[in-house]
């Protein structure tokens, strides 16, 4: 056990529940007693909270209940006291109307479960998308030393010989149902086939781009997110983060040593170069925040735009999963080619710098990271636009659509709903060209409610018996990141609360040119003017509970959707709990 640098047992936080010769803590250790533990197995010792998000209905945690086993283990070898405690597990599989809505109630859960009880540090158990931020960013504000344990990656799908990809295999398949190039037996077989173990999605969806954000933040032991959630090497590595977190409570090395401009602009960097999830710009953008960070849509561009995508793993790639990339030598590989970009001096949870966590890393195949002078697309994964449909900013994955429209004019074909626009699309009749522009609104953070993964818009069937895949699409939803396409998202303001997305209609000419970062709607002011004032704002999803303080709350797209009353600027964290 390392004690060197610094805390004293009588100075651990948890002293102050169990240590005094008063009434207080006569109770709280009694209530220990209670469960079985005698003064040796706490006293001197530091409490470890493990934040559990496993539930029975999220399947990409599900290996948790017998991880958070081999967290102990780890924490008792270290001479720490290993407590579990269940947070809800926001999954990305069942939660409606999106789990978008509830990431936010994961980091207040998070942060107030660490507050309000005798910890001394947390392993944070996540993986599958939102709870990756939500955790992160609930630490964050509570400040106690912290390592966060990703789920990792479920196996390879398979079906009839064909490697399966979540979300992206669905999305495609599924086209080709719709077009009538598959049969129902063939359907059900890549239903059985690509889900095939425990484990967070497999492509560079929104759950693999958090926890390789995580990574590169310094959150994870080196080269965590990359292991797949069923190699043995996923327990081990559970076991180390509890004796890690044992340490790092001895040391006081608190997240804020870890969490700084440096560390998140490391973590940006890697999240363009894996062609990260559109999802990530909300989430690093809700965590800087957190973390006391600066960071904006402009600086996200910026770094889009110098900064090669070379993770060949779908949907921005073309041919590999995260079970190839850990093959190929997972994320410290992978940082190690960006090591001339990345602030290699920042300190990760190890103690140990960034640059020294990167040493001997290997790249065991360049096909799957991809040497900068061979990357899968020349910039990053994103860009984000700016113009009249949306002033705030809107994003899209120039390397994950048909490079027929880096620039494109067209008329908008605009719905106000999903159920009106899916009774459209699914209308063989429709009257639509491959130039057309998909418009949805009212499907952003207040409008949706919750900021749905709406935003990858079905091609309408009509076209998709011409042949066509792909064409134009704006909404102010999200969309997975395990979704492709020419998708423009995240439009802000929102048109819920009128931002002029609200006011354009079908046929009027929309133009993205994207390396001009412009998405506008070529109508005059005047008439916009007009419109604006004609505008009635749509009711309240809301009127009680949850999601009437989400709808009070909840902050536009481009400053990451977090509540205003949770943001580091909001005012001090409260105090330590007077006991
Ligand atoms: Fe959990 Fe994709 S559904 S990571
Ligand atoms: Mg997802």
Redesign the pocket.
Known sequence: MSKTQGKNPRDLRSARWFAPDDLRSFGHRSRLMQMGLGQEDWEGKPFIGILNTWSEL???HAHFRHRAEDVKRGVLQAGGIPVELPVISV???FTKPTSMLYRNLLAMEAEEQIRSHPLDGVVLMG???KSTPGLVMGALSAGVPMIYLPAGPMLRGNYAGKILG??SDAWKYWDERRAGNITDAQWHGIETGIARSYG??MTM???STMTAIAEAMGLCLPGASSIPAADSNHIRMSAACGRRIVEMVWEDLTPDKIVTDASIRNAAIVAMATGCSTNAVVHLLAMARRGKVALDLEDLDALGRVTPLIANVRPSGKDYLMEDFYYAGGLRALMSRLSDRLDLGVITVTGRTLGETLEGAEIYNDDVIRPLSNPVYHEGSLAVLRGNLCPDGAVIKPAACDQRFQYHEGPALVFDSYPEMKAAVDDENLDVTPDHVLVLRNAGPLGGPGFPEWGMLPIPKALIKQGHRDMLRISDARMSG?SYGACVLHVAPESHIGGPLALLRTGDIVRLDIPGRRLDMLVDEAELEARRAAWVAPKPPYERGYGWMFSRHVTQADKGCDFDFLTAAFGPAAGEPDI
């Open positions: 999220n399947p990409c999954d990305e599989s993986g599958c998308d979540s979300g967070t999605c969806g929104t759950a395990t």
